[in-house]
């Protein structure tokens, strides 16, 4: 779906949802979901608006992507036309199955160090080249911010990321869609995703990262940022800053991932509230994903906690009149603004969009635009009582009108 609104920078941007919500490994999982939720999702959005066709953020995980390079590809992209889908981008950060009982720290492996991970990305960068809008213009994929330090899901031979290694493969990696782009006439930008906790979760991570691996303009010609917005908002980031930081290290934006974080706003709660609001957010404690929290206290001290279920089980309620607020990395309903005692990121939401359309703000930006509302399924029963097609229909209508 394209927006053609008077929105400046924004008048060609690229909507869409990321199918990570949908779980399934292999090809024929990935086919039966799209053609029950995500045909479902553009039937609904056709309601409220028109959608013709349906930009999807395919999640294809490493099995998937080995069936349909050895043979499936052509009649992926032919069932992808006939259910009028556009995928205009690929989530490449969850290798394999994102829907496990407990995933965690799991879905940073394999690293960036690893070339399991380059392999696997150019197979992606491969399908997508072979899938993508005939019109479009470029493609992206996001991936991974290396990986997580010391993770416990790793071999404890294989904890240590070495960032040499993981620049080497990057490097390799904007070589292979340098030759992809000169063979095919399709551009593959592959845009790095920063999140909380992991080698790379801020934008001046980022920055050092590429100032000191990937410096050279052909290299960031094919390897970008993807900004997720919760993420930026766990990390205390401000959107704008974040936005013009990129624009002015040279760093294009190959996606922004349009996710909404949790708030308990402690200052605002009341102190005799503190305890059922620690109540409300427990509900949110799941074990299947990691749900860092940024802390910031009275004084603007910032500190991270790596998983919200720990911080709850340490927190006695009457310390946390030193505290200003934590942001939660769960991802909720874009459209959301409060529910009971707690609040959501979607100003921020708002404030990245004007961001990018800012003219004084001269960023390098794809236009993608991917809703990646990935935790429906983990989500409290109280918020999730709709269909999952009408749900994600809820958020894309939302999202649109925001651009109009």
Not at 78 to 101: C, E, R, V, W
Not at 126 to 153: K, Q, Y
Not at 185 to 195: H, N
Not at 330 to 356: D, K, M, N, S, W
Request: proline letters at 4%; one cysteine or more.
């Amino acid at each position: 779906m394209t927006s053609t609104t008077e929105l400046g920078k924004l008048t060609s941007a690229q909507v869409g949802y990321c199918t990570n919500v949908h779980a399934g490994t292999d090809l024929n999982s990935i086919r039966e979901n799209l053609t029950r939720y995500a045909v479902a999702v553009r039937e609904k959005l056709s309601q409220t608006r028109p959608c013709d066709q349906l930009g999807v953020g395919l999640w294809i995980p490493d099995e998937a992507s080995r069936q349909l390079v050895g043979g499936e590809l052509d009649g992926f992209a032919t069932f992808l036309a006939d259910a009028k889908l556009s995928a205009f981008t690929i989530n490449g950060f969850p290798f394999a199955n994102f829907h496990g009982d407990r995933v965690k720290q799991g879905v940073y492996l394999p690293t960036w160090a690893d070339r399991e991970r380059l392999e696997y990305t150019q197979r992606l960068a491969t399908i997508l080249s072979c899938i993508m809008p005939e019109d479009a213009a470029t493609g992206s994929i996001s991936t991974l911010p290396i990986g997580w330090p010391d993770n416990p899901f790793a071999d404890a031979s294989a904890r240590h990321i070495d960032l040499d290694a993981a620049g080497a493969n990057l490097r390799e990696l904007a070589r292979y869609l340098a030759e992809l782009h000169a063979s095919s006439g399709r551009k593959i930008t592959v845009a790095i995703e920063p999140e909380p906790g992991c080698t790379l979760d801020t934008v001046d991570d980022m920055i050092a990262f590429f100032d000191a691996q990937l410096p050279d303009k052909r290299h960031r010609q094919f390897i970008s940022a993807c900004h997720d917005i919760c993420h930026s908002a766990v990390m205390n980031e401000p959107q704008r800053d974040a936005i013009q930081a990129y624009a002015e290290a040279g760093i294009s934006i190959g996606k922004v991932q349009v996710s909404s974080a949790i708030v308990a706003d402690w200052k605002t709660i009341p102190t005799d509230q503190h305890s059922a609001a620690l109540t409300q957010l427990s509900e949110f404690a799941e074990d299947r994903y990691l749900h860092q929290t940024g802390q910031v206290d009275r004084q603007g001290g910032f500190r991270l906690a790596t998983d919200l279920p720990e911080l709850i089980r340490q927190t006695d309620p009457e310390q946390l009149t030193e505290s200003d607020r934590w942001v939660i990395h769960f991802h909720v309903p874009i459209f959301l603004e409060r529910f009971g005692l707690l609040q959501t990121t979607r100003a921020e939401v708002l404030e990245c969009l004007a961001a990018l359309n800012d003219p004084e703000i001269n960023v390098d930006f794809t236009g993608h635009l991917e809703a990646e509302t990935y935790a429906w399924t983990v989500l409290p029963s109280e918020m999730r009582a709709r269909g999952l097609a009408e749900d994600i229909a809820g958020e894309l209508d939302w999202l649109c009108s925001k651009l109009g």
